[in-house]
């Protein structure tokens, strides 16, 4: 399985954006990618997904405002944050579908 490492977190105001990356540190393809979110004291939840044929998805809460893509090689998976809020706060992942490794993680916080 390919290992991954996230990147792109930090601080942000609300409203505010921020980009997150998601490289392959060992050889292979991000075919289909998921980005998930672990909030403080809460289970990690899959925010965005993107299949093989581009097809992407989003959890409720950030419909609208996050965008997942990879680039053409598919060595890298983005997640572009706009308008985000407070609730986005967390440790977000990246993991190959349905069941590859996870990442470090990447810290997001966001104020009010």
């Known amino acids: 399985q390919v290992q991954l490492v996230e990147s792109g977190g930090g601080l942000v105001q609300a409203g505010g954006s921020l980009r997150l990356s998601c490289t392959a540190s060992?050889?292979?393809?991000?075919?289909?990618m998921g980005w998930y979110r672990q909030a403080p004291g809460k289970s990690r939840e899959l925010v965005a997904a993107?299949?093989?044929?581009?097809?992407?998805r989003y959890s409720d809460s950030v419909k609208d405002r996050f965008t997942i893509s990879r680039d053409k090689l598919m060595k890298t998976a983005y997640l572009q944050m706009n308008s985000v809020n407070p609730e986005d706060t967390g440790v977000y992942y990246c993991?190959?579908?349905?069941?590859?490794?996870w990442g470090q993680g990447t810290q997001v916080t966001v104020s009010s």
């Open positions: 993107i299949a093989g044929g581009g097809v992407t």
């Open positions: 060992t050889p292979g393809s991000l075919v289909h």
């Open positions: 993991r190959q579908l349905p069941e590859g490794n």
